[in-house]
Structures are given as C-alpha cells and as structure tokens.
C-alpha cells in the first residue's frame, strides 16, 4: 500500500513538472504573437509600403535597451522588410558593447557623455553626447560598403563658443566650417557629403548629439536608439523638447518601443510608476510624430520577479492606446521555451539572446509586420 501510495505521489509531481514545462493550457495562437489593437496610421504605412519603389522614403526608429543596442535584432528587421540603402540616426559615439552596422567610428580625443550614468541637463534625443576634450578633436566616419557613399548629413551640436567650431571634411577634400553665436543651444546642419568624413572641434568642450545620414531620394531605414541597462523612463532624463526637435527633420513611418527587461529586474517596482512612465513615452511620441505607428515589443523570456508584470503592463498601454503590439515571450514559448534556446545557440542564460537568437527575432517581428501591412 505505502509503494503504491509512493508511485502515486511521484507520478503526481512527474505530471505538475511537465506542466510547468509545457506552453499554457490556453492554446496560443500564432496571430497573438503580434496584435493590431487598431492604430489608426496602419492604413496609411501599409498603403505606402505596398507601393514602394525605390523613391519612396521609408523611416522606422526602435527605442530600447541592450536588445536592441547591438543592432543584430533591427538589422535583420530591416533587411527582411526593405532593402535598406541609409543609416538614418547615429549616435555621435558608440558606448562600450554597442554597435551599428552601417556606420564605423574612428575617434580621437572626444569624450563621451552618457545619460545612463552621467549627470547633465540638456540631453539630446537618445541620450548620449560627444564632447571634444582638445581644439582639434576629430571623429571619422565610415559607412559600410553596400551604402552609396553620397548622402545627406545633418549633425546636431552645441557650443558655448563664438565663430568657427566645426569643420568637416569629406573623402573628395570638400570642406564645410560651422560657424556659432555662442548662444549655447543646440543647433543642427545638414550637408551633402561624399564618405568616409571627418569631423574637425576646432574649440574645446564642443558638444556632439547626433548624425542623421541617409540618401537624398528613397531613403530607406530602420536605425535604433538603445542604450545598455536603460529602463522604460530613460526618456526623462533627455531635454523635454528632444523629440520635437531631434525628430523634426525626418518623419518616422515606424516606431518601435522596446524596453522592459531592466524594470523587471526590480523586485520593489512600482507598477503605477512603469505605467505612468511607459504612458508618458507613448504621448510624447505620438505628439512628436502623430502619423507614425508604434509597435510596442514586450521583452525575451527572463525569469525575473516583476517580468509578467512588466509584460502585462505593456500590453495593456498598447491596448489603451489602440497601437500594434508583439510579444517575443510568446514566440519564444512558441518555438520550444527559453531552455531551448538555450540549447540551440539562440540565447544566453541570462536574460540576452545570442546574435543568432537576436536575428531570428528581428526577421519573425518584421514577417509578422510585413502580414500586417500587405494584408
């Protein structure tokens, strides 16, 4: 009696584990990975992407964290969706494991400034600053070998100085000095470029925020602003009028969110805080660039303590605000759960993806968009 009972009890947990194993008794659906909660620009980016051709201009951003730092996720979401021929918006410098695989930097005596760690109150759009340390500082810029290297090239930047504080230089020696009134505020110039180009400080503590590079005619796009460890209110510490300004000049068909993974590291998180936060950024993008569509990325599985709740907010501000939304949880539970991607060389055993899981999930998210959009 007491070994059947004994059989009993271990067939019992035997069962409760390959419960916990399995994907939840609610049978998903493949369309649930990616939810249309009825964003109202839809209509019209499906329209323009159907029609492309290789005039059309076609502009995507993804805002995030380290998953998007390395660019390998919005790399492969890019190619899968277009044939991209510009960079789009460029941080001034790389922080320390971040990547872009359209632009190469070569830089000397700038130093870097970074909202995540440092302490400044004018942050341009994403947060990160190159400020010359020497007159005479200079950074190189190389655009990967498949881009035509004739482009547009508008650089933001601030001085304290009066008169020339800028030269830049392009392969063909055509050079282009910009002048400031000391005013002190950030400013932007666009040129027409041949690269690689060289960006000359000719003063001291000149400030760097961004480059924007891309073709004349059919610029095509999808360029990213992450940084490593931000969090969903990253946004806050960058000047309030970052997006109205450092987005006027191109108008985003696309705009991706995809934070999160850090705010459920917190075990004390403060769910009406993250939802206040996440609904702040929505309405600063939608007021900065109300014909866009936001598609908001719930984070990689991760067993974190605050993960569900941080999902389960997400999706909800993507409901309220009627925007699109894609849960790469599901998708990976879809595909054999995180401990079979561990196996299979697609993700780390911490909460990152490998380079291969990364591609794997930009080419699904830009598949699923593509249904969208030609539906």
Not at 4 to 21: D, E, H, M, R, S
Not at 51 to 74: C, P, Y
Request: proline share 3%; net charge positive.
């Amino acid at each position: 009696m007491k070994i059947a009972l004994n059989n009993k009890f271990i067939l019992l947990i035997f069962l409760l584990f390959l419960y916990g194993c399995s994907t939840p008794n609610t049978p998903i659906k493949q369309q649930d990975i990616l939810i249309d909660f009825g964003d109202k620009n839809i209509n019209n980016i499906s329209k323009k992407y159907k029609s492309m051709n290789q005039n059309t201009k076609f502009a995507i951003k993804f805002f995030g964290d380290s998953h998007i730092a390395t660019d390998d996720l919005a790399s492969a979401f890019r190619n899968t969706l277009f044939k991209e021929n510009s960079v789009g918006f460029g941080l001034p410098a790389l922080p320390k494991y971040h990547l872009n695989k359209l632009l190469k930097y070569k830089i000397n005596n700038f130093e870097m400034i970074n909202s995540q760690f440092d302490a400044f109150n004018d942050y341009p759009l994403c947060g990160v600053i190159a400020k010359s340390s020497t007159n005479q500082a200079n950074i190189k810029l190389m655009l990967d070998e498949k881009l035509n290297n004739k482009m547009i090239f508008e650089i933001l930047y601030k001085s304290k100085q009066k008169g020339d504080v800028i030269e830049i230089k392009d392969t063909k020696n055509t050079s282009f000095k910009i002048q400031n009134s000391g005013n002190n505020r950030w400013q932007s110039k666009k040129f027409e470029l041949i690269f690689p180009i060289q960006i000359t400080a000719l003063k001291k503590d000149v400030l760097i925020g961004s480059y924007k590079i891309y073709q004349k005619n059919g610029a095509k796009f999808a360029d990213i602003c992450g940084l490593n460890g931000a969090h969903m209110n990253l946004y806050q510490k960058w000047n309030n009028g970052a997006f109205f300004r450092d987005l006027n000049s191109i108008r985003y068909d696309i705009i991706v969110v995809a934070y999160g993974t850090n705010d459920s590291f917190n075990n004390n998180l403060n769910e009406n805080i993250f939802y206040k936060n996440t609904k702040q950024l929505i309405n600063l993008i939608k007021k900065s660039q109300p014909n866009t569509t936001i598609l908001m990325l719930s984070p990689p599985t991760a067993l974190k303590p605050k993960f569900k709740t941080v999902q389960k907010i997400i999706k909800k501000v993507a409901k309220e605000d009627r925007l699109l939304f894609y849960d790469i949880d599901l998708f990976m539970k879809l595909t054999g759960s995180k401990r079979n991607w561990i196996k299979q060389g697609l993700s780390k055993k911490d909460v990152h993806l490998t380079q291969k899981g990364y591609i794997q999930i930009g080419k699904e998210i830009a598949r699923e968009l593509k249904k969208i959009m030609t539906r």
